[in-house]
């Protein structure tokens, strides 16, 4: 029997080792378990967000109302070529004739008493279309400006004086009443 046994052990052990190498081999091939990375989760429910309090619909502030009291446009002697310095009030100008497009206005040219009443009157007209040129140009409707000339018949300094004579070379921007 001990020949048998020694054999018999022999081969049990054999099967032994074997079973042990191929449950190791059964847990090698086996595919590991994934990993999340990234838990996700059901969005927890929100509360309902409370009511705004109702906006009482308050309404716009009126428009301001336009300036129209403009200042004159002065020109240089015997010319009816605007002066840069002029830009800026008659871009306020302009900017003011836009808030009400339905106004209508008079330019009146005005000239100095140097030079004949006729020669006056033609540089007073082409004063106040100069004028009215820059002002359709920065977007006001033509057909709201009317243009006449007054020549040196409304002076509002003295004519004998040069600084008089400088304050009478102007366009005046009235309201057409």
Same mark, same amino acid.
């Given at each position: ?10 081969? !049990? ?59 004159? !446009? ?7 070529? $605007? ?6 009030? $008659? ?43 820059? $002002? ?36 005046? !921007?009235?309201?057409?009443?």
């Amino acid at each position: 029997m001990n020949a048998f046994k020694t054999p018999l052990f022999t081969l !049990i052990f054999a099967l032994l080792a074997v079973t042990v190498l191929s449950c190791k081999s059964k847990k090698l091939a086996q595919k590991p378990v994934p990993v999340e990375t990234e838990q996700t989760y059901a969005p927890k429910p929100q509360p309902a967000p409370a009511p705004a309090p109702e906006k009482k619909e308050t309404p716009p502030p009126p428009a301001p109302k336009p300036n129209y009291n403009f200042s004159n !446009i002065q020109f240089e002697f015997n010319s009816a070529v $605007l002066r840069t310095s002029s830009y800026q009030t $008659l871009d306020k100008a302009a900017a003011e004739m836009k808030k009400d497009n339905t106004v209508k206005f008079v330019l009146n040219g005005n000239a100095s008493a140097e030079g004949t009443p006729e020669h006056n009157m033609e540089l007073s007209v082409e004063r106040a279309n100069s004028v009215k040129l820059y $002002l359709v140009n920065s977007g006001i409707n033509g057909d709201n400006l009317s243009v006449k000339g007054l020549g040196e018949t409304n002076p509002i300094g003295d004519n004998n004086t040069e600084e008089g004579r400088v304050l009478n070379r102007r366009v005046e !921007i009235k309201v057409n009443k």
